[in-house]
């Protein structure tokens, strides 16, 4: 399988894969020295300049069911798709955080989609993302993070997760939402909050971990980065096109961005 072919052509020094390694066990891994540093300042500089515009970009939004965040992002978007040289999509087709995800999965992902987020206190009572489940964007989704704000404690909302091995083990229907109660049982499971100062940047394969986030105080906020790999061939039908890819692209960054092989065989 080319994904596969392809996966010889990524870095695989000795950081690389223990990073690897340590998603596939634990389900989660920090990136901070994987990034190239030029890249992690255009997107904190890409942030930067959303978040002087959030007023006008919330407003846009208004009739969004998730009251707690908004969207950034969806401004860069021209008729449905980003520019390659967006940095919400150059940052991550970094070939070492790349390649990280792709050791993970045993070949060369599909990048979904990408995201920026701004979090911030709202109505009381939990809800949808705030509460505890598992993504369902593909069979296996990895996703790539990274905070834009300082995320120091639980008032900045920091992404919470119940690792790989433990989540194995809870089991509840598929898309639904539910309380701590139910997940964490009284002190039974523990919680690994990411807490971490501004342009942290971790994956997480949110597919398998359950997960939650997004519970900000009253006067926190939290602008978060998320780029959304799968396992080619998507389960799903493929929807248009996310990303603008002309001629001249590599055949890897071609095979990121766009769906190419068989389709998936029923199970």
Not at 53 to 70: G, P, T
Not at 193 to 222: N, Q, Y
Request: glycine fraction near 6%.
């Amino acid at each position: 399988m080319r994904r596969q072919d392809l996966l010889a052509s990524l870095p695989a020094d000795a950081e690389v894969i223990a990073c690897a390694r340590r998603l596939g066990s634990d389900g989660y891994v920090m990136l901070d020295t994987l990034c190239e540093p030029e890249i992690l300042e255009a997107l904190d500089q890409h942030g930067t300049r959303k978040l002087e515009r959030v007023a006008d970009l919330a407003l846009k939004q208004a009739s969004m069911h998730k009251s707690f965040w908004v969207r950034l992002s969806d401004e860069d978007v021209r008729d449905g798709q980003f520019d390659l040289d967006n940095p919400l999509v150059r940052f991550a087709l970094q070939p070492q955080i790349l390649a990280v995800i792709a050791h993970a999965l045993g070949e060369v992902p599909q990048l979904s989609d990408v995201l920026l987020t701004l979090s911030s206190d709202s109505d009381p009572g939990l809800k949808y993302s705030q509460l505890w489940h598992r993504d369902y964007d593909d069979v296996r989704t990895i996703k790539l993070f990274s905070y834009l704000t300082d995320v120091d404690s639980e008032a900045d909302g920091p992404f919470t997760l119940i690792p790989g091995p433990v989540s194995d083990r809870q089991r509840f229907t598929r898309r639904t939402h539910v309380e701590d109660a139910v997940v964490l049982r009284g002190g039974a499971v523990r919680p690994v909050a990411i807490t971490g100062r501004r342009l942290s940047v971790f994956a997480v394969e949110t597919s398998r971990c359950l997960h939650m986030g997004s519970r900000m105080a009253p006067g926190h906020s939290r602008l978060l980065y998320t780029a959304t790999f799968i396992q080619y061939p998507r389960l799903y039908p493929e929807p248009p096109a996310r990303f603008r890819v002309g001629a001249e692209v590599d055949e890897l960054t071609r095979t990121v961005l766009t769906p190419s092989g068989p389709p998936r065989k029923p199970a």
